[in-house]
């Protein structure tokens, strides 16, 4: 089993531009999640999903967006790059609400 | 609003020696809380759950505590070593996780 995998590693955008990260479990989990980690900071839910076709907001979703079309995969569209949205994007996915999330490696993007 | 309180600065301590990482949190009634190691450049990993009806969880060299009264969380490390060395973060669930910013713990040889 891969886990959870996440494309692209590194990225650097321009304000303005728009971009898909990918995010791809193997573990026919229900539940996956996006968040967002700045520098000194927790993870912030940005949104999440409790199956394919349904989605919620976290915390901070404003500037992104989301669709759950099979279980496996879990993308997250960034919109008009701000430099605010710089930060490491980390993908998880869990097989109930309560259990354990298992986390991606990462996508660190920088917006400029 | 709710809040999550860890150590914002680094535990340093001796291998051999017991480390304890403190979560408190206020304005928040979770079911369960979780606990997970992350090391630079890498995902967080789980390490334990623990249930608000439930007062102490262990694996291996892994202990955590869960007062709902004190509204606080200790995670122990026995027998620590230099690989325990990283940032462990608490996580407070409902429906989905609240993290907070997570403790460095530094192992000296």
């Known amino acids: 089993n891969a886990g959870v995998t996440q494309t692209p590693k590194f990225r650097i955008l321009k304000i303005g531009q728009s971009m898909t990260l990918q995010c791809t479990q193997d573990m026919n989990h229900n539940y996956m999640y996006w968040y967002r980690q700045d520098p000194g900071m927790g993870l912030k839910l940005i949104y999440y999903s409790v199956g394919a076709g349904i989605t919620d907001k976290g915390e901070v979703p404003n500037g992104y967006n989301v669709s759950r079309s099979t279980t496996e995969d879990f993308p997250l569209r960034l919109e008009l790059a701000a430099p605010s949205q710089t930060s490491v994007y980390f993908c998880?996915?869990?097989?109930?609400?309560?259990?354990?999330?298992?986390f991606g490696p990462g996508t660190r993007l920088t917006v400029l | 609003s709710q809040k999550i309180e860890q150590n914002s600065e680094a535990l340093n301590i001796q291998e051999g020696k017991t480390a304890t990482l403190t979560c408190n949190y206020t304005n928040y009634s979770p079911a369960y809380l979780q606990w997970y190691r992350q090391d630079p450049g890498r995902g967080p990993v789980f390490l334990l759950l623990?249930?608000?009806?439930?007062k102490e969880k262990r694996k291996e060299r892994l202990k955590v505590t869960f007062d709902t009264t004190l509204k606080q969380s200790l995670f122990h490390i026995t027998a620590s070593q230099p690989a325990d060395s990283a940032t462990y973060l608490c996580a407070l669930g409902y429906s989905t996780l609240t993290f907070g910013k997570g403790t460095m713990l530094l192992v000296s040889p």
């Open positions: 998880a996915s869990g097989g109930t609400v309560e259990d354990t999330q298992y």
């Open positions: 623990i249930r608000e009806n439930e």
